[in-house]
């Protein structure tokens, strides 16, 4: 069964920090690049970080830059997003998905998923 399990997310102030974990079993996780979402409310999906199969390419939507950074664990089966100098702006709940050889560059990544995690809800206020 394929399965990609969240944590991490929780209450924090302003200018705080989370990490992120996504857990994946059931697929070959090696192959597969993971990409993290982010949904708040009344707002559209949108990407917020990528990283590919082995580890070596990574992506950051310009709003995150320098303040999130992505790695995995392939030993692991799983996906880390440290999140620096939170902002209220970052509210959301935050997914993460998978994608079998996934595009990733420093420019874009490949946002059409093969499988989704349920998310974890991150909330930025003081």
């Known amino acids: 069964q394929v399965q990609l399990v969240e944590s991490g997310g929780g209450l924090v102030q302003p200018g705080g920090s989370l990490r992120l974990s996504c857990a994946a079993s059931?697929?070959?996780?090696?192959?597969?690049?993971i990409v993290w979402f982010r949904q708040a409310p009344g707002k559209e999906r949108e990407g917020v970080s990528c990283?590919?199969?082995?580890?070596?390419?990574?992506y950051y939507t310009d709003s995150v830059k320098g303040r999130f950074t992505i790695s995995r664990d392939n030993a692991k089966k799983t996906v880390y997003l440290q999140m620096n100098n939170l902002e209220p702006e970052d509210t959301a709940v935050y997914y993460c998905?998978?994608?079998?050889?996934?595009?990733?560059?420093?420019?874009?990544?490949?946002?059409?998923?093969?499988?989704w995690g349920k998310g974890t809800l991150v909330t930025v206020s003081s």
């Open positions: 990283i590919n199969h082995s580890g070596g390419a990574t």
């Open positions: 059931g697929f070959p996780f090696y192959y597969y690049a």
């Open positions: 998905a998978a994608k079998l050889y996934g595009l990733v560059t420093v420019t874009r990544c490949d946002y059409v998923m093969d499988y």
